[in-house]
Structures are given as structure tokens and as C-alpha cells.
T-cell receptor
Framework: GAVVSQHPSWVICKSGTSVKIECRSL??????MFWYRQFPKQSLMLMAT?????????EQGVEKDKFLINHASLTLSTLTVTSAHPEDSSFYICSAENRAGGTEAFFGQGTRLTVV | SQQGEEDPQALSIQEGENATMNCSYK?????LQWYRQNSGRGLVHLIL?????REKHSGRLRVTLDTSKKSSSLLITASRAADTASYFCATGWGAQKLVFGQGTRLTINP
């Protein structure tokens, strides 16, 4: 099956620093990737849609300058949490849509971000 | 925004019993999907049911969909300890912009 690799799986950073999370489709091309955020014991909330070669589309209430998304190739999207604060601590998960089609979303393993 | 609600929020049963989880949604859908999430991990796709289908099976999983009531159920038969996880329903158009339910935390007791 299609594999999406997300890195790092966990990260601890200091307040005010920036953290980059990578999402890679390993065996397929992903024109579109999605970034979700999940608080403990809660559901996933879509943050933004990452489009290869164009600007990301952010959901209402998500600060685009805070969460920078870059989708430079058909297999890689990155999410950078800038000037991180403790309230940014969360579980971030990406998913990818296979360019070749299909209805299944393939999810990365997630990244646990802790800001201290 | 969340599409809907799932109930129960938490379910604890004995190994071998069947587990039923329900999901409701608010808008018209093209399909509905169920995912499993082990603690602190990513999501694993379980099954997709299209809006013109009423029931679908996959191994020990049985999913029903009632578009008139905007609801779906996931039944796991003959539960195993390894089934312990959170289960989410999600609606959307294929892999696009999935909107997830609140999830059910399922615990299978040995």
C-alpha cells in the first residue's frame, strides 16, 4: 500500500523557536497533501490544504503566517510552526492524496510537538 | 469544523464481544470512511462506504450507512485486544479535506 512518512515523530522545542515537520509520499506522487491538528483525546481538525507548486489553502481560524506550508515537489510538503508557543503543542498529522486517483487518504504517523 | 458526532465517546468490552460505534453527520456526502488510530499514532483507513451503498463488509468489520438519517455505524465482531484504539468516521470527497467525527475510544479487555 501507499506509504506516507512524517518526520520527526516527536519534537520538543523552546518557546519562540520554529519547528519544521516533513510529510513525504514514499511510493506515489501527491499533488495535494493535508495537514491536521489533533489535541489530546480529541478529533482531527483540518488546518490547511497543501498544493504542489501553489499556495496552501488555510481553514478558517488558522494563521497562515504562523503555520507556513511549502509543497515544493510532488512527494514532499512541509509545515513550519513559527515562533512556537506552548499552546501550539499538539499532534500534527499529514495525509496525502494519490495523484493517480483513488478515494483513500494516506496518513503519516504524526508528529507530537511539545513547546516548553 | 466537525462534521458530526460519534457515540459512544468511549466503549469498553470483553474480548470476543462485538463492538458497535455510531457516527452522525450534518451535510450531504459522497462517501463516508472509517479510520482507526492507535494511541499517539497516525490513522489507518478501515473501510469506505459510498452514499449509494447501505452496508459493506470487510473481514470482521461491518459498516452501515443511512443517508436519510445521516448516520453510519461500524460493527467489529469477535473483538480482539489488538482492536483497542480510537475509531473515527470521516466524510469528504475521496481523500479531499476529510471532516472527522469526535471519535470513539474502544478498549478491549482480555
Amino acid at each position: 500500500g501507499a506509504v506516507v512518512s512524517q518526520h520527526p515523530s516527536w519534537v520538543i522545542c523552546k518557546s519562540g523557536t520554529s519547528v519544521k515537520i516533513e510529510c513525504r509520499s514514499l511510493d506515489f506522487q501527491a499533488t495535494t497533501m493535508f495537514w491536521y491538528r489533533q489535541f489530546p483525546k480529541q478529533s482531527l481538525m483540518l488546518m490547511a490544504t497543501s498544493n504542489e507548486g501553489s499556495k496552501a489553502t488555510y481553514e478558517q481560524g488558522v494563521e497562515k503566517d504562523k503555520f507556513l506550508i511549502n509543497h515544493a515537489s510532488l512527494t514532499l510538503s512541509t509545515l513550519t510552526v513559527t515562533s512556537a508557543h506552548p499552546e501550539d503543542s499538539s499532534f500534527y498529522i499529514c495525509s496525502a492524496e494519490n495523484r493517480a486517483g483513488g478515494t483513500e487518504a494516506f496518513f503519516g504517523q504524526g508528529t507530537r510537538l511539545t513547546v516548553v | 469544523s466537525q462534521q458530526g458526532e460519534e457515540d459512544p465517546q468511549a466503549l469498553s468490552i470483553q474480548e470476543g464481544e462485538n463492538a458497535t460505534m455510531n457516527c452522525s453527520y450534518k451535510t450531504s456526502i459522497n462517501n463516508l470512511q472509517w479510520y482507526r488510530q492507535n494511541s499517539g499514532r497516525g490513522l489507518v483507513h478501515l473501510i469506505l462506504i459510498r452514499s449509494n451503498e447501505r452496508e459493506k463488509h470487510s473481514g470482521r468489520l461491518r459498516v452501515t450507512l443511512d443517508t436519510s438519517k445521516k448516520s453510519s455505524s461500524l460493527l467489529i465482531t469477535a473483538s480482539r485486544a489488538a482492536d483497542t484504539a480510537s475509531y473515527f468516521c470521516a466524510t469528504g470527497w475521496g481523500a479531499q479535506k476529510l471532516v472527522f467525527g469526535q471519535g470513539t475510544r474502544l478498549t478491549i479487555n482480555p
